[in-house]
C-alpha cells in the first residue's frame, strides 16, 4: 500500500483547508450583504426608489398584519402571495414584521378591526394604523407615507365666500387633492373667519383659494394678523379679482400683473395655449429631484417688490417662449409687443423670513385650477401641490415623488396572432429541427 507523498499530503491539506475557509468567508458575505438583480418587466420585484426612501424616514418597527385565508379560489396561495409581495419591502427594511390571521378561523379578531375583505392589511407604526385592501406597491407606500408624518397636522381652509373647497367633488373644488392629502396623514377642516375669532394657533397651515365674494375688512384684519404671527400660507389665485385680499397682496409685497399667461408650447402639444406648462424648475426644496410635466390653467402671472423682510424664490417659470396677455385670445393667440408681457412668466413664488424665533413659509401659486379636480390628474400637479403643502408644513424629508402606480404588463394578442404562435411551435417548430437533423444524418452516413 502506498501512501501520498509528506509534501503533497501537507498540499492537499492546506489546500482543504482554505476551501473551507473560503466557503465560510462567502457565507458570512452573503448572510451580512444581500445582492440581486431584477431583470422581470418593469422591475416588479424591486421596490421604486420614492418607496426606499419612506422607509428611510421611518425608524423603528412597522407592522403588517393581514387577515386572510391560506387559499383562494383564484389567486391560490394566498400566503405565499402576499409574503412575495412584502419581501422587498423587509429587504430595504428588515424589522417590518408580517402576521397572518384567518378571518374564517379567528373571526373575533377580524371583527374587533372591522375587517371588510379577504386580504385586508392593517399596517401599524408607532401608534398609528392605516387599512389597505388592494395589494400593491403604489397602495402599501403611500399607507406608509401617511403614517410617515410625525404629526397629525391641520390643514385649514377659508371658506364662506365661495372658494374652492378641499373636499368637494365639484370640476372646480380641490376634492382628489384633498384626498391625496389626508391619505398622507393631514387633517382638514374648513375656516369661516366671519364666526371665528382667528385663525386658531394649532393650524399648521393655513390655505386661501380664490373667493367669489368680497371678504369683510375684519376678516382680512384676521389674516393679516396670522400673516404677522408667523403663520404658513398656500395662497392659490386665479386671474380674477382678489375680492377684498388686496392689503394681503400688499403686506406679502406682491405686484400681480392682470391678463392671463399664453404659452404656444401648450398649443403644440395639443392643449389650450391658456395652458401654462412647466418641465425645468428653478433650485428649490419642493421641486428638488422632480422632473415632472405640470399644467397651469389660465394662470396670472406673479411678480414682487424686492425687500429686506421677504426672501423671494421662484418656485415654477412657464411659457418662456409665451407672454401675458391683458384679454382673452380669440381665433390664434398673438403676441401684442404694445400691451402683452412677454415670457417667462413665474406662476409659483415661495417667501421666508423669520418670525417670532421661527421660519415662515410662504407659496402663491398663479392657478387655482391646476389643482381643481377637473385638472388635476394632468402630469405632476397633484404631486407638486402635495410636495408644495410638505415644504409649507416643515416636513422636507417626505418631500418626494409619489409612489409608482401599478404598470400593466399583460400582453394581449389577437385571435389570429395566437394561431401563428401555436401553430408555430407545434408544427413549425418540430418539422424544422427534424429537417436539421436529417441534412445532419444524411451527410454523416456520406
Not at 373571526?107 to 392605516?130: C, F, H, L, T
Not at 393650524?203 to 404658513?232: F, H, M, W
Not at 403644440?268 to 419642493?286: C, I
Amino acid at each position: 500500500m502506498k501512501f501520498p507523498r509528506p509534501n503533497l499530503l501537507v498540499k492537499n491539506l492546506v489546500f482543504t483547508a482554505l476551501l473551507l475557509a473560503a466557503t465560510v468567508a462567502l457565507y458570512q458575505l452573503a448572510a451580512r450583504y444581500t445582492w440581486q438583480w431584477d431583470f422581470t418587466h418593469s422591475a416588479s420585484n424591486s421596490l421604486d426608489s420614492s418607496s426606499v426612501e419612506v422607509l428611510q424616514q421611518m425608524p423603528g418597527e412597522i407592522k403588517l398584519t393581514v387577515y386572510a385565508t391560506g387559499q383562494d379560489a383564484n389567486l391560490g396561495d394566498m400566503h405565499r402571495l402576499i409574503r412575495d409581495f412584502v419581501a422587498p419591502y423587509q429587504r430595504h427594511k428588515p424589522d417590518i414584521s408580517l402576521t397572518f390571521i384567518d378571518p374564517v378561523k379567528q373571526p373575533d379578531e377580524a371583527r374587533k378591526e372591522s375587517i371588510q375583505v379577504n386580504g385586508e392589511m392593517v399596517v401599524k407604526y408607532g401608534e398609528r394604523s392605516v387599512h389597505i385592501t388592494m395589494l400593491n406597491e403604489q397602495a402599501l407606500t403611500s399607507a406608509l407615507l401617511s403614517l410617515a408624518h410625525s404629526k397629525n397636522q391641520l390643514l385649514m381652509y377659508l371658506n364662506g365666500h365661495g372658494e374652492r373647497k378641499l373636499e368637494g367633488m365639484a370640476n372646480h373644488d380641490l376634492g382628489e387633492f384633498g384626498k391625496k392629502l389626508q391619505q398622507n396623514g393631514f387633517r382638514l377642516s374648513r375656516l369661516n373667519l366671519t364666526l371665528a375669532q382667528d385663525v386658531p394657533d394649532n393650524a399648521s397651515l393655513l390655505i386661501i383659494t380664490q373667493p367669489q365674494l368680497d371678504l369683510l375688512p375684519g376678516e382680512v384684519t384676521k389674516l393679516l394678523r396670522y400673516i404677522a404671527r408667523g403663520g404658513n400660507l398656500l395662497w392659490l389665485l386665479d386671474a380674477e379679482p382678489l375680492h377684498g385680499l388686496e392689503r394681503l397682496a400688499e403686506k406679502l409685497g406682491l405686484l400681480l400683473t392682470p391678463g392671463i399667461v399664453i404659452d404656444p408650447a401648450a398649443q403644440e402639444a395639443g392643449a389650450p395655449a391658456t395652458w401654462a406648462l412647466a418641465a425645468g424648475y428653478p433650485p428649490h426644496a419642493v421641486t428638488q429631484n422632480f422632473n415632472l410635466i405640470t399644467v397651469f390653467p389660465f394662470a396670472r402671472a406673479i411678480d414682487w417688490e424686492e425687500n429686506q423682510e421677504w426672501h423671494h424664490t421662484i418656485v415654477v417659470e412657464a411659457a418662456p417662449r409665451g407672454w401675458v396677455s391683458r384679454s382673452a385670445p380669440r381665433g390664434k393667440p398673438r403676441f401684442d409687443k404694445n400691451h402683452d408681457v412677454p415670457g417667462p412668466a413665474t406662476i409659483a413664488l415661495a417667501l421666508q423670513r423669520d418670525v417670532n424665533d421661527r421660519e415662515q413659509r410662504i407659496v402663491i401659486v398663479g392657478s387655482g385650477s391646476f389643482l381643481a379636480n377637473a385638472y388635476s390628474g394632468n402630469g405632476g400637479n397633484i404631486d407638486l401641490g402635495v410636495n408644495i403643502v410638505n415644504w409649507l408644513s416643515n416636513e422636507e424629508n417626505l418631500i418626494t415623488l409619489q409612489p409608482r402606480a401599478v404598470k400593466d404588463s399583460a400582453i394581449t394578442l389577437s385571435k389570429t396572432q395566437l394561431t401563428l404562435i401555436s401553430n408555430g411551435f407545434v408544427i413549425a417548430l418540430p418539422l424544422l429541427l427534424g429537417l436539421v437533423g436529417g441534412v445532419l444524418w444524411w451527410r454523416r452516413r456520406r
